[in-house]
């Protein structure tokens, strides 16, 4: 186990720039979590971390030791791919054996550690198979057996949930996390889904465009995004935005969009003459007496909740509410905003105010 | 129903034309390696001597010499060709300046034909006229003459089967390369595995089939050979590269002796079946019955 250090990495392919000096500390033992949308740079910096990209500027260290320039092999590393990678003409046993092979380790060696990786995965009967003969979720589970056989300082994962349905989504998540509690191996975790973002993480780095917009345990994320753009991406459903100013009104304050839609802000804010980016969780909304009335356009049951798709003057809103609402499309309803949970961010440079 | 009638209805033209062209003629050949028959020996008709073509090349020192010439022709050639046209693949899965125009040119060999291949070696190595011998004298003071060496004359017929079919090694190879997933082997990478590690135990396992198709390709076309090495040596100096090919139309042409020269072609035939065989045994049927047992 060790920890690692992503230091002003850079990554250029020829004159385009595609990581611009990334910085994460990430302890021993600890579970990160890149994530940020397609095309932000994860999964480029993992495999930098890897071994498999060159490192155009900057320093990646594994254990305390420069790594930059030392092949995979010798970094001690064990990765999943999202499409698992398992060599097809070897067996279930020969995949997950093969590191320790490699090593020139003996038989009886070898094969007691995969029957152990194979115990702990549920794999012992499946042992004998090809790849072909597997399904999805079992092939992702022989791909982390092979990276467990290996016992490694790191785990890299990327994007190892993508290929499977959303149901054995949840549980493999679960399976990954149950593993990690179980060895503590430092594991670096890379997904597009902030949902697998909160529930695995320890410690989430949200990516866009090769920068990083902030590091932080989930939920310090959703509390206290620090850009619009973790605001938006952190949190399902997503933030509302609303764009306007912050006025003064008896005495204190309060935000008026740019459609006239006046709304609560935290106590103690201050009149503001920058344009500003109003932003409210729909589940922070609350349907209660002496809100603001809004007109309902869409209604989305799903059982444990309702999704309310409304509009308060120009504004298009978005609450989800715990109760059942009986109003149909077209009335209105009152929307209640807890101040308190509202952030505020800078319009023109999105940062939190 | 109809549509089985169809569908032998639109196979009924390839039927036909394979029949007329394939198998009419093999059963032609294998009636008359059955007889006697030399329309300008002394008895020009067919007259059936039953297995008496078949006893008669089994002793015939000749015969016995050019399938032993051939194979070992057929063995140096396909085991370079593979070799070559790998190592020409891989250089081609890489990027550098000039590599489509490279790729281009390296293929062009395939498109001339073999008659003119010969005659181009022909002349390249022609003893006084030839460029080759020239430079091999002035620069090493080695004396090429394929007329009288037949340790040259060999290794020549050889390199020019190499240059010109690996090529088609190449293209094959470089398309089972390219179809390859690439993970795997970044994942090798990561397992801890050199080059040569991966070579074994990733890249051939997984181009497996395609080596071994190309290999029945080449061993076939080999085994079978005439026109470029009719052209270079004439299968000389002496027999020495008189190989098989060489030595049923030496028997059936100028000779005439249809009998003979068609048992030839049949034993040829099933020798060439039984070769490719046994690399199927040897090389695929082990896996796969260790596939299917579990």
Redesign the interface.
Known sequence: MAEVAVRNVIKKYGHLQVIHGVNIEIADGEFVVLVGPSGCGKSTLLRMI???ESISGGEVLIGGRVVNDV???D?D???V?Q???????K?VAENMG??LK??GRPKEEIAAKVRKAAEILALEKLL???PKQLSGGQRQRVAMG?AIV?DPQVFLFDEPLSNLDAKLRVTMRVEIKELHQRLKTTTVYVTHDQIEAMTMADKIVVMRDGHVEQIGAPLELYDRPANVFVAGFIGSPAMNFVRGRIEARDGGAAFVSDHGTVLPVPAGTAPRAEPVAYGIRPEHIDVRDGGISATISVLEPTGSETQIFAHLGGDAINAAVRERISARPGETVPLLIDPARVHLFDDKSGARI | MRSNTVGWLMLAPTIAILGIFGILPFIYVLYVAFHQWNPFGANPDMVYNGANNFRRLVFDGEFLFSIGVTIKFAFFAVLSEIALGYLLAQLFMREFPGRGLFRTIHTLPLIVAPIVVGSVWRLMTTPSIGIIPYFLKSWFGYDLNIGRDAGAAFTLTVLMDIWHWTPLVTLTLLAALLSL?K??F?????????RW?IFW??TL??I?PAILATVFIRLMDALRTVDEVWMLTSGGPGAATRYVGLHIWKIVFPKTDYGYGAAISVIVLYLTLVMCWLLYVALVAPRQKK?EA?
Not at chain 1, 83 to 89: D, E, K, M, R, V
Not at chain 2, 186 to 194: L, M, Y
């Open positions: 890897a071994g498999l092949l995979p092999k970094r590393i064990a990765m791919f499409n698992y990678a398992l060599y097809p003409h067996t093969f590191p490699l090593k004998d198979r090809y092979r290996r | 997933p993970e795997p970044e994942q090798a990478q990561i397992d801890g595995a050199n590690q135990h990733i396992p997984m497996r596939q579990e």
